[in-house]
Each structure stands twice: as structure tokens, then as C-alpha cells.
């Protein structure tokens, strides 16, 4: 899924990104489900919740991050409390997608780097 799983800075940078992503995500849909009587904007809580938690440990990145990009825009057009806070974690999510997770998730231990020896024979 990736071409690669950058480490050291570039990778602590990524994992800053999920977690402050990830984490903000679940912050504003869990506590939006207790108040939230409506069926109808449940799913455009929850989803981004489960998909936060996703990023969160950097597990399936690229879909997460393309979701929730999907869905911050879905929030904006439908009206979200804050279109500034949905934009923004918005691009977050889909610059993850196209980034990947770093060397500190899931993913990387899931499809992570390998070492191909080639023999002449």
C-alpha cells in the first residue's frame, strides 16, 4: 500500500499528525453521540470517530484518511459547528492518505519495510 515508511524526524512528524488527528476526531464525535438524539447525524458522528481512532494507530491509513477527508466535506456542506476545524482535518487526513503512517504504526508493521536479496546465479 506504501512505498515507504519513513523513520527518525520525518516519521515522528507523521506520527504527531495522527495522533493530534486522530485524537481530535474522537474528541468531537464521542461526546456528540450523548447529546445527539437524531439518527441522521450519528453516522456523521461516529464514522469519523472510528475512523479518528483508525489513524490514531495508523492502521489501514490511506482508506481512513480518504474517508475522513469525505466526511469533513460532507460535515461542511451539511453545516458543521466549525468549517475552519473541518477543512483543516480534512487536508490532515488526506495528506496522511497520500503520505502513509511513518515507521511508528500498524501499517508499517503490517506491510513495513523488507529486505529482498537478490542471487546471481
Do not use: K
Not at 38 to 50: E, K, N
Not at 70 to 79: A, D, K, S
Amino acid at each position: 500500500m506504501f512505498s515507504m515508511f519513513p523513520n527518525g524526524w520525518p516519521g515522528a512528524g507523521l506520527l504527531l499528525l495522527r495522533l493530534v488527528a486522530g485524537s481530535m476526531l474522537i474528541h468531537s464525535g464521542v461526546p456528540g453521540l450523548a447529546a445527539q438524539s437524531h439518527q441522521r447525524h450519528v453516522a456523521l458522528l461516529i464514522v469519523p470517530a472510528i475512523l479518528g481512532a483508525l489513524l490514531l494507530i495508523g492502521f489501514w491509513t490511506p482508506v481512513a484518511g480518504i474517508l475522513l477527508g469525505v466526511f469533513e466535506m460532507i460535515g461542511i456542506v451539511y453545516g458543521a459547528e466549525s468549517v475552519q476545524g473541518s477543512l483543516l482535518l480534512g487536508t490532515v487526513s488526506i495528506a496522511l492518505a497520500m503520505t502513509g503512517p511513518g515507521m511508528w504504526s500498524i501499517d508499517a508493521r503490517m506491510f513495513g519495510r523488507r529486505r529482498l536479496e537478490v542471487r546471481d546465479r
